[in-house]
């Protein structure tokens, strides 16, 4: 079945320490896009790709970095700058972007300890 | 500034007992809106795209509707596994930007 797998489930990471979360899709789709989910907040936009070796930032962008070095993979560096990094993260991809519905893995639960 | 909010913040139905949920949103060049469910501890899932004013979209006990300034996801006599937290999102501006929503707490009684 087509989608796309986040892994770990779950993350725990130790002060200034980076972590990678790994975000990989098989539906054959241009865009991949990384949001961060708080309680009580709505989804917020970190980076997203259109197309392969290509990425922009997103609202939150600071302390995170990314790659996409092939369509199928768009990993997300959480790195020791990001101050507050314990949150749930969301990949997505889509068609192409623009109008298009996204398809969201099934999270990454980074926690920092 | 471009806004996209959603209430009730959370909602408790009797099984059976129809509602509404709202998504009024304020931006420029909206390009398309969005409707997902999300359980808790995954990731949402995508349940309509509304393009233009009087478009409708159902899908078993849902209904999405759009006019110029909101949405509504209507539900027809839900289900307790209709329980979950219902995301709405717009896509707008020149550099299509999405923007969601806090979204919806649903809770369904049996």
């Known amino acids: 079945d087509g989608g796309i797998t986040q892994s770990p489930k779950y993350l725990f990471r130790k002060e200034g320490q980076n972590v990678t979360l790994s975000c990989e899709q098989n539906?054959?789709?241009?865009?991949m896009y990384w949001y961060r989910q708080d309680p009580g907040q709505g989804l917020r936009l970190i980076y997203y790709?259109?197309?392969?070796?290509?990425?922009q930032k997103g609202d939150i962008a600071e302390g995170y970095s990314v790659s996409r070095e092939k369509k199928e993979s768009f990993p997300l560096t959480v790195t020791s700058a990001q101050k507050n990094p314990t949150a749930f993260y969301l990949c997505?991809?889509?068609?192409?972007?623009?109008?298009?519905?996204?398809?969201f893995g099934s999270g990454t639960r980074l926690t920092v300890v | 500034e471009d806004q996209v909010t959603q209430s009730p913040e959370a909602l408790r139905l009797q099984e059976g007992e129809s509602s509404s949920l709202n998504c009024s949103y304020t931006?420029?060049?909206?390009?398309?809106l969005f409707w997902y469910r999300q359980d808790p501890g995954k990731g949402p899932e995508f349940l309509f795209t509304?393009?233009?004013a009087g478009e409708e979209k159902e899908k078993e006990r849902l209904k999405a509707t759009l006019t110029k300034k909101e949405s509504f996801l209507h539900i027809t006599a839900p289900k307790p596994e209709d329980s979950a937290t219902y995301l709405c999102?717009?896509?707008?501006?020149?550099?299509?930007?999405?923007?969601f929503g806090k979204g919806t707490r649903l809770h369904i009684l049996p």
């Open positions: 509304l393009y233009s």
């Open positions: 539906l054959n789709h241009d865009a």
């Open positions: 999102a717009v896509q707008a501006g020149r550099d299509d930007k999405i923007i």
């Open positions: 790709s259109q197309i392969v070796n290509d990425f």
């Open positions: 931006v420029s060049g909206l390009r398309g």
């Open positions: 997505a991809s889509s068609i192409t972007h623009g109008n298009y519905g996204y398809t």
